[in-house]
């Protein structure tokens, strides 16, 4: 009889274990997720600026892979900058995504090799780099056709810490 109620005690309290962990998890994806600026970015043609960023780098498999999932808002200056090992093709989507995002696709020497624009929030369609990228910038969604930005321009980046 020992062995039954503590087995129904372990249970029980794996059971409040679990809840609280969905609870956690749930509460956390309610908090405003903030920007960890670590870096200045800016876009050229030529030697004309045509534009500059506070930058969240995006170089780990953890950080690439959540990419800006729950954000609910971001400014017009603000960019995520996923950085690859190397060039090769590249799909981003917008899986729990909800701000519409211009994914802008960057060669080796962070040159604009294609853009996604106007990503769509919540939408699982694949975005195709279409050109090997090493680099992909998330800005929102017409920055891209605001600065005038095409294919060949170069981004510049500084780290700040």
């Known amino acids: 009889m020992k062995h039954i109620s503590l087995f129904f005690l372990l249970i029980s309290m794996l ?23 670590d870096s200045k970015g800016a876009f050229y043609r030529s030697d004309s600026l045509l534009g500059t960023f506070d930058i969240e780098t995006a ?5 690439r892979t959540t990419g800006l999932m729950y954000r609910k808002k971001m ?11 190397e060039e090769a093709p590249r799909w981003f989507w ?7 995002l211009d994914i802008i696709y960057l060669d080796k020497n962070r040159k604009i090799v294609s853009v996604q624009k106007n990503a769509q929030p919540l939408n699982d369609t694949g ?5 090997p990228a090493q680099y992909v910038l998330e800005v929102k969604a017409g920055i891209y056709d605001r600065l005038g930005l095409q294919p060949g321009d170069s981004l510049a980046v500084s780290k700040i810490k």
């Open 15 to 37: 059971g409040a274990w679990a809840c609280g962990n969905e609870a956690e998890k749930a509460k956390n994806l309610d908090r405003e997720i903030t920007f960890n600026i």
């Open 59 to 63: 170089d780990t498999e953890y950080k």
């Open 75 to 85: 400014k017009d200056n603000q960019a995520m900058l996923f950085v690859f090992g």
């Open 94 to 100: 917008m899986h729990n995504t909800y701000i519409p």
């Open 127 to 131: 975005l195709p780099s279409n050109k």
